[in-house]
């Protein structure tokens, strides 16, 4: 009776009924061969710069976005108090609006628009006059220009006139 | 009116007349141009105000 030698001849030591690689050993052995990677490269230093750099770029780039903000409309200029005046030269070709223009001509007589005045782009500006100090025979006092155009005002002329001059 | 600061200035008939000093920068957007001022006899406000010729209120 000769000894049948088939496919899992090299199986020594095992009983022909028992199938390859049976047992527990058998099972872990083929659960870490199927998952594990036989071998497992360390990551590369270049790559690892590289990842790090595009993070932190994108990062700093989302950062300065928060900087950023966006300014549709002027303040609108404080028309209390003072009187408005829009300065020579005035080219507000934007449509005026409604609650401006009335402040701008309370002196009918002044409701003329002057001729521009070279080299200044004006636009409105309120004159503002305070008493700091009085006594019965002199006094001091403030005047401020404030200019609440869009442009520069230059060459300003201010003109005062009092009931009696001193 | 008799003296003024920050602003060269004229006495009229009426009133003072207030120019923007020559040499200086213009007034930028929201930039204010402050004059002090001394005068004679009680204190008042002008009854008229005008810039470039336009007229202000007080």
Not at chain 1, 2 to 28: Q, Y
Not at chain 1, 54 to 78: C, D, H, K, M
Not at chain 1, 84 to 110: I, R, Y
């Amino acid at each position: 009776m000769g000894r049948h030698d088939g496919p899992g001849g090299d199986r020594r030591g095992a009983h022909r009924a028992e199938p390859k690689n049976s047992g527990t050993l058998g099972n872990v052995g083929q659960v870490l061969g199927s998952t594990v990677p036989r071998r497992v490269e360390p990551p590369r230093l270049l790559s690892v710069l590289l990842v790090s750099g595009v993070a932190l770029g994108l990062l700093l780039f989302a950062y300065s976005t928060t900087q950023i903000y966006l300014r549709f409309n002027e303040p609108p200029a404080e028309q209390q108090g003072a009187g408005a005046v829009p300065s020579p030269g005035e080219e507000e070709s934007e449509s005026p609006s409604p609650q401006e223009t009335p402040d701008q001509q309370t002196d009918p007589g002044n409701s003329s628009q002057p001729g521009g005045e070279g080299g200044s782009p004006a636009g409105l500006a309120t004159v503002s006059y305070e008493v700091l100090d009085s006594t019965d025979s002199a006094f001091s006092g403030q005047i401020t220009v404030t200019n609440t155009s869009r442009g520069a005002l230059a060459d300003w002329e201010l003109v005062l006139a009092s009931p009696t001059r001193r | 009116m008799t003296s003024l600061r920050n602003a060269n200035w004229e006495s009229t008939e009426g009133g003072i007349v207030a120019r923007h000093p020559p040499g200086t920068d213009p007034l930028a957007p929201g930039e204010a141009a402050t004059i002090d001022f001394t005068a004679e006899g009680p204190a008042q406000t002008p009854d008229s105000c005008s810039l470039n010729g336009d007229a202000c209120s007080l």
